[in-house]
């Protein structure tokens, strides 16, 4: 039986997927892919699955981060601001029970003259 009260809060929550793929403006950053790490925070009601334990009543983490590779591999933004929008659009088209996502997409080697461990974005899309 699913437990009451789920819904509003609840969160699927994927981080540290690492990707190699384009994203950039600068030349050196347009000739050679780059590593990325991408987090994902897919708000939807998990209580169905929280209470029935099946794996079909939740959606599929693989899938949802296949959808985020799918998308820097399958292009070459020059912005992270693009890169994420694009996640954050194919995120919610993997399920419909996605209600919005949470895309945070940063880059491992930042090409600034600074100790900048990374630099990134982080966006909201909802249904």
Same mark, same amino acid.
């Given at each position: 039986?699913?437990? +009451?009260?789920? #819904? @509003?809060?609840?969160?699927? &929550?994927?981080?540290?997927? &690492?990707?190699? #793929?384009?994203?950039?403006?600068? @030349?050196? &950053? %347009?000739?050679?892919?780059? @590593?990325?790490?991408? =987090? ?12 029935? =334990? *099946? ?10 981060? =296949?959808? +985020? !590779? ?5 292009? +070459? @933004?020059?912005?992270? &601001?693009?890169? +994420?929008?694009?996640?954050? =659009? ?10 919005? *996502?949470?895309?945070? !997409? ?5 090409? $600034? ?8 974005? %982080?966006?909201?899309? $909802? %249904?």
């Amino acid at each position: 039986m699913p437990e +009451a009260g789920g #819904g @509003p809060g609840d969160l699927i &929550e994927l981080h540290g997927l &690492e990707v190699v #793929g384009i994203c950039g403006a600068l @030349p050196e &950053e %347009r000739d050679r892919a780059q @590593p990325l790490e991408i =987090d994902l925070l897919v708000e939807a009601d998990l209580s169905v699955a929280g209470g029935t =334990d *099946v794996l079909a009543d939740t959606i599929d983490y693989g899938a949802l981060c =296949d959808a +985020a !590779v799918a998308v820097v591999h399958g292009g +070459a @933004p020059q912005l992270l &601001e693009h890169l +994420a929008a694009q996640i954050a =659009d194919a995120v919610l088209a993997v399920d419909e029970r996605a209600a919005a *996502v949470t895309v945070a !997409v940063r880059k491992l080697r930042p090409p $600034v003259p600074h100790a900048l461990a990374t630099s990134g974005v %982080r966006i909201r899309r $909802v %249904r």
